[in-house]
């Protein structure tokens, strides 16, 4: 395949990204000034994709005119990148990537803060095969959206023995015991057993960088001292002991007159972003007995708590920052008794994974959300409404109780959560409230909304305690208002009952893979891509057993949705574009080839879907669904939404790799 530089300014529309690996950072350095692009001459044109590397002296230059440029952008990239960063030009045609590269950036005089126009950006290649760091993709996607891109094509050309994730995060991809056997003839796919090939990226792989430890292991691990973690009872003893989750953890054992506070971590953290979405890990447990059965987790002005048992657990907590003090609190609800033995261990700080379909918390007080302080916290009751705890949760001892002399309104008599309690939604942005709820009486239904005006949801049949679910995408009259709750009718009495509230933002998702069927019908569902566990949060994009038609899956730990494609059963052993589309406030829908319509179903009822499994590519990651056939170039987009063009546009300029 013949790259011409030329062509990536020719469609009109031609921009350059540059990303930093190392501080997970990209940067829009702007719009190409038309036919600006230049290299040397013996690099006006380069042959690849023909399996036959192409040598070159180190050093040759590439220079380019950027237009429009933010001239804060060029000065961030400038002081950030690194000598392993990716600098990135796309048009509509087609995107290069160009790896293992030093940056200059020139400036002049006329090219100043207040007059940006067209500055000169210029790199030289480090390598000396154009295989190693010149690779051309197919079409134009958005680099702030791809955060998956497996392209066997690519990498049998580069000679790879193992799958590399080319997409601007270097992900680690685990073959599953695929051997170099798994490589197609065909030099643009991976051939699939049905049997016990798959791909992997562990979601470890989508979070930042660690942001505990940079000086101290210790603070994680425990191995050999506690880091700089401090006691703050000083009659209790902690220590770096043998029986933790994994080698030594971290014991604390409590002494005489013991507080509520337990332990800090306020030094070897790296400060927080306000607005930006974390995942705190630990592994923890009490060891023989524990006043009060839970501990909370608090940092970045939120916290969470977890119920203590005798074999240790993982809190995962997924919470956007509402401060950039990182110091890491753990108390217990009430003071634990002298003798009590508190252990903690594997505890680890990064950005939130990026194969999640929803940030963190929102609401960053835990007893806002769960009232396991016997307390209602920052709740109040406005009109005939009030509200107190009653001791019958969904979950753990307490809930919230609310009761009404009258019928409920959205403007005059409700249960309210402030807006400073929670993180302030954003107008055009998707977001998912999320909460368990319960009639006292009969009749009495719940209505959930945002301030006098904003928009509502009304949820029924609340005999028992069910999954409340409310998608929406915030207006005006959203952004900066209270969250509401009130009842249908008049509760004086029993009310309703209201546990695990939660409020996270939505992101949508496109997973694109090229597939081949190996033309015999299916015996079980056969996995494409995805992440899924029976039991969890998860997407998951395969064909089904029976009918050999794609099909989605989408789900949370209460409500699954599953949308059948309406072709014909793709058992022809030939080539096909899979295409799955996730709209959290709309739908789940399927596309085949060139932007075939292959079904939809809603997916407003599914509600938050924040897991820790892996995305797997041929199976399911549960030893099932595994795919026979061949997969071609396979990606993941999050916040995105390919549109029926898009799904025609990409098909039309990928089809010739595969022989259509």
Not at 132 to 160: C, E, R
Not at 216 to 239: C, E, H, L, P
Not at 248 to 269: E, F, P
Not at 558 to 569: E, L, M, R
Request: charged fraction near 15%.
């Amino acid at each position: 395949m013949l790259i011409k530089l030329a062509d990536i300014r020719t469609e009109g529309i031609a921009f350059v990204w540059a990303f930093d690996k190392k501080n997970r950072a990209l940067y829009n350095l702007g719009g190409l000034e038309l036919d600006s692009l230049q290299a040397s001459p013996e690099m006006s044109e380069i042959m690849l994709m023909d399996g036959v590397p192409h040598q070159l002296g180190a050093g040759n230059a590439y220079a380019v005119k950027l237009m429009q440029t933010a001239y804060t952008d060029l000065q961030l990239w400038e002081g950030a990148h690194d000598d392993g960063a990716t600098l990135w030009l796309m048009s509509q045609k087609e995107t290069t990537v160009l790896k293992n590269t030093n940056y200059t950036v020139g400036y002049t005089n006329e090219h100043s803060r207040k007059k940006p126009g067209v500055i000169p950006l210029k790199w030289r290649s480090e390598g000396t095969k154009v295989s190693d760091y010149l690779w051309k993709m197919h079409g134009m996607f958005d680099p702030t959206s791809l955060i998956l891109l497996v392209n066997p094509a690519l990498q049998k050309y580069v000679g790879q023995t193992s799958i590399v994730d080319v997409s601007p995060y270097d992900r680690a991809v685990s073959m599953n015991g695929m051997a170099a056997s798994a490589w197609n003839a065909d030099k643009v796919s991976l051939d699939l057993d049905g049997v016990n090939d798959y791909l992997s990226i562990a979601d470890t792989e989508f979070r930042g960088a660690e942001l505990i430890g940079a000086l101290d292991t210790n603070n994680r691990s425990f191995t050999s001292g506690i880091g700089n973690w401090v006691k703050q009872n000083a009659n209790d003893t902690f220590a770096s002991t043998t029986g933790g989750a994994s080698g030594n953890g971290g014991k604390l054992t409590v002494g005489a007159s013991a507080g509520a506070t337990l332990l800090k971590l306020s030094d070897d953290i790296k400060n927080l972003v306000v607005g930006r979405s974390y995942h705190l890990h630990l592994s923890t447990k009490y060891q023989t007995a524990w006043n009060g059965g839970y501990v909370q987790f608090a940092l970045g002005g939120a916290s969470q708590r977890i119920v203590l048992t005798t074999s240790f657990q993982e809190l995962q907590f997924d919470f956007i920052a509402a401060s950039v003090n990182p110091e890491i609190v753990i108390s217990s609800l009430s003071a634990p008794s002298s003798g009590d033995i508190l252990w903690i261990d594997e505890v680890s700080l990064k950005e939130s994974s990026e194969s999640n379909l929803n940030l963190g918390e929102r609401i960053v007080n835990a007893n806002n959300r769960d009232f396991e302080q016997n307390t209602v916290g920052d709740w109040t009751g406005t009109g005939n409404h009030s509200v107190s705890t009653v001791a019958d949760p969904y979950e753990g001892t307490y809930a919230l109780k609310i009761v009404s002399s009258g019928a409920g309104s959205q403007a005059a008599n409700y249960a309210s959560l402030a807006a400073t309690k929670f993180t302030t939604l954003v107008a055009g942005k998707k977001y998912t409230v999320e909460l368990w709820a319960k009639r006292g009486d009969a009749g009495v239904n719940l209505n959930v909304g945002f301030g006098a005006t904003g928009q509502t949801a009304a949820f029924t049949n609340l005999g028992s305690y069910a999954k409340c679910v409310f998608n929406f995408t915030a207006g005006a009259n959203d952004a900066g208002a209270s969250l509401r709750l009130w009842t249908n009718v008049s509760s004086p009495s029993n009310g309703m009952r209201v546990d695990k509230i939660s409020i996270t933002e939505a992101q949508d998702a496109t997973i694109v893979a090229w597939v081949k069927k190996n033309g015999n019908p299916a015996s079980a569902d056969e996995a494409i891509c995805g992440k899924w566990l029976e039991s969890d949060s998860t997407f998951l994009m395969s064909f089904t057993n029976g009918d050999d038609k794609l099909s989605g899956l989408f789900r949370d730990t209460a409500t699954s949705v599953t949308v059948t494609g309406t072709t014909t059963p793709i058992t022809d052993n030939a080539w096909h574009l899979c295409v799955m589309t996730i709209t959290r406030a709309g739908n789940v829908q399927l596309w085949v080839d060139s932007g075939v319509d292959n079904g939809a179903a809603s997916a407003a009822a599914v509600g938050k879907l924040i897991t820790a499994s892996a995305v797997t590519m041929g199976s399911d990651g549960n030893s099932a669904r595994y795919f026979a056939g061949k997969l071609g170039a396979c990606m993941v987009k999050r916040g995105v939404v390919w549109s029926q063009q898009e799904v025609i546009d990409f098909y039309n300029s990928t089809k010739a790799v595969y022989g259509l």
